[in-house]
């Protein structure tokens, strides 16, 4: 059974950091393309980062320089360091996967209209002080 778990969603105050963790099983990671996006309350899902199967990473100017996508192919887990947060980072984070290496072309919008196969269930992150 194919299964995205995220976590490490929480509370944190302005300029703070968290890491969020997108734990895979039922699939081997390390030949999918995982996507992170976020949805913000009365906005649409937007992609911020991407980290291809080949190894190619790609991150929304709105998160540029601040957040930091990786993976651990040994654990099966992509993470993504977010540093630097602020009020406009408040979201339901989610991890996708995808079984093709052009996939982050899915995430960033240059490809519309195609429905990533795997989603996890979105962890909360809110940034208050």
């Known amino acids: 059974q194919v299964q995205l778990v995220e976590s490490g969603g929480g509370l944190v105050q302005p300029g703070g950091s968290l890491r969020l963790s997108c734990a895979a099983s039922g699939f081997t990671l390390d030949d999918y393309t995982i996507g992170w996006f976020r949805q913000a309350p009365g906005k649409e899902r937007e992609g911020i980062s991407c980290?291809?199967?080949?190894?190619?990473?790609w991150y929304a100017d709105s998160v540029k320089g601040r957040f930091t996508i990786s993976r651990d192919n040994g654990e099966n887990t992509v993470y993504l360091q977010m540093d630097s947060l602020n009020s406009d980072d408040t979201a339901v984070y989610y991890c996708?996967?995808?079984?093709?290496?052009?996939?982050?072309?899915?995430?960033?919008?240059?490809?519309?209209?195609?429905?990533?196969?795997?989603w996890g269930q979105g962890t909360q992150v809110t940034v208050s002080s």
């Open positions: 980290s291809s199967s080949d190894g190619s990473t």
């Open positions: 996708a996967a995808e079984n093709w290496v052009e996939a982050c072309a899915v995430v960033s919008g240059v490809i519309k209209g195609y429905e990533i196969d795997y």
